[in-house]
């Protein structure tokens, strides 16, 4: 006789694997994150390890995390990653207020690793394999990581390897001055050798995005990040360090006028480039966690989760030799192919999201993955719901961190509504990635 009674399982319905199980909700219960500051600025001496740690420590102090398995575990990651950082997420735990037995893992996936670690807590979460868990991440610019010269590297190396003594000295008698000349690391991808903003005006041209558009979404966002801060809404989010309040990127008097001054620093070489420093996102440095729980977890603490995280697809595109003249496979395009199949799958349409979150890398780059919405039948995003407290272009963007910053701000503003609301999430990254979700306040 099968295990699962006469006859085997029902036909047609595949049987539940025995243990297997039952998928739980996944709360977001709040977030907290150091201001972002710009490269060479307040933050210039601080590491990866101390900014993810200030951003911790001001969880654990609004939550209450302190003391014996408080939190599953913490997931975190950095893309600008120095050998120092091996097992951040570890050292984190162990230089933070959080218990010491808190296991972490490291994670990266480019701009999306803060969502992509949000995903993986998330995971574990719904499937009970944790009820409680720490995701975000932290990047500086300032102080990137340098390369040993790949010549004296593997000069160092034959020494290394060396049997004798007057072999090791002849390997080293070879090194020149020019082999100390360190490896500076290049903003450009590998395999085209173009930099992120260089992709994203070939990406604009393709869409026929307009400077005057671009500038007026940059002044949007400083704007709108402005009055956030000035109505309180990040007294709670944000926590100071090194002097900062608030993220020294942002500009409340930005308008269009100023905006259309700056002279283009993408691609110049247009008969009509429209790419300026005000309407891309400066190199920054900072750090942001969330904390995620099951909604039991949760109401245990007396702990009233923000929203619910529902779905996530990631995608990627062909940026190499796809359709990138065409625009449908722009190095920063995955999330106009991840969003669709997200919204299938979850059954909905871009009109019944009350917020809209897209990563703001470039202004031009928001208006194409609006436009690809757009073009595949999805309709148009209402602008009032779009980044409504500022983005990236007004905070800056510490490649690591932005995940957790906008799952953090786009919980809070579904938790100040009076009724159910839905907010969607898309990051673009580098790699030719995307990673999407969608957020929920029933």
Not at 368 to 386: I, P
Request: glycine letters at 12%; charged letters at 20%; a neutral charge.
């Amino acid at each position: 006789m099968s295990p699962l009674g006469p006859g085997g399982p029902h036909p047609g319905h595949a049987p539940r694997p025995f243990g297997a199980p039952q998928p739980r909700p996944v709360a977001v219960v709040g977030g907290t994150r150091i201001p972002f500051a710009r490269s060479d600025g307040p933050y210039a001496t601080a590491s990866n390890q101390q900014m993810l740690t200030a951003a911790v420590d001001g969880l654990v102090d609004r939550y209450g995390l302190e003391g014996p398995g408080a939190v599953g575990e913490l997931v975190a990651g950095v893309v600008l990653k120095h050998s120092r950082d091996f097992n951040l997420a570890r050292e984190t735990v162990l230089g933070s207020r959080l218990d010491a037995r808190t296991p972490a893992y490291d994670i990266q996936q480019a701009c999306g690793t803060g969502l992509q670690a949000v995903i993986a807590a998330a995971n574990k979460i719904t499937l009970g394999q944790t009820d409680s868990a720490v995701a975000g991440g932290a990047d500086t610019a300032s102080d990137a990581p340098l390369g040993v010269n790949d010549a004296l590297r593997r000069i160092l190396l034959e020494a290394r390897r060396a049997g004798s003594a007057g072999a090791r000295l002849r390997a080293l008698a070879r090194i020149r001055p020019g082999h100390l000349v360190p490896e500076i690391p290049r903003n450009a991808e590998p395999r085209t050798g173009l930099s992120m903003g260089e992709h994203a005006a070939v990406t604009a041209r393709a869409w026929a995005v307009g400077r005057a558009a671009q500038d007026e979404l940059a002044a949007t966002s400083h704007q709108r990040l402005a009055a956030a801060y000035d109505r309180g809404f990040f007294a709670d989010l944000v926590v100071p360090f090194r002097g900062l309040e608030r993220d020294q990127n942002l500009r409340p008097g930005s308008t269009v006028g100023k905006l259309a001054t700056l002279k283009p620093v993408f691609g110049v070489r247009d008969p009509e480039p429209t790419m300026t420093a005000g309407n891309s996102t400066p190199l920054t440095d900072g750090a942001a966690v969330v904390l995620l729980a099951s909604q039991e977890w949760a109401w245990e603490r007396g702990l009233a989760p923000l929203a619910y995280l529902t779905a996530y697809e990631t995608a990627a595109v062909d940026f190499v030799g796809g359709d990138v003249a065409g625009g449908e496979d722009g190095l920063l395009m995955a999330p106009a192919h991840a969003v669709p199949r997200m919204l299938e799958r979850a059954g909905l349409g871009l009109g019944d999201f009350d917020f809209v979150e897209v990563h703001e890398a470039f202004a031009s780059q928001v208006l194409a993955t609006l436009a690809a919405w757009e073009k595949r039948g999805l309709g148009q995003v209402d602008r009032a719901r779009l980044n409504v407290a500022g983005s990236s272009l007004a905070t800056g963007h510490p490649f690591a961190a932005t995940g957790a910053r906008i799952v953090a701000t786009l919980a809070k503003l579904l938790a100040e509504r009076e009724g159910p609301g839905r907010g969607l999430v898309s990051i673009c990254a580098a790699g030719g990635q995307g990673v999407t979700a969608i957020l929920e306040r029933p």
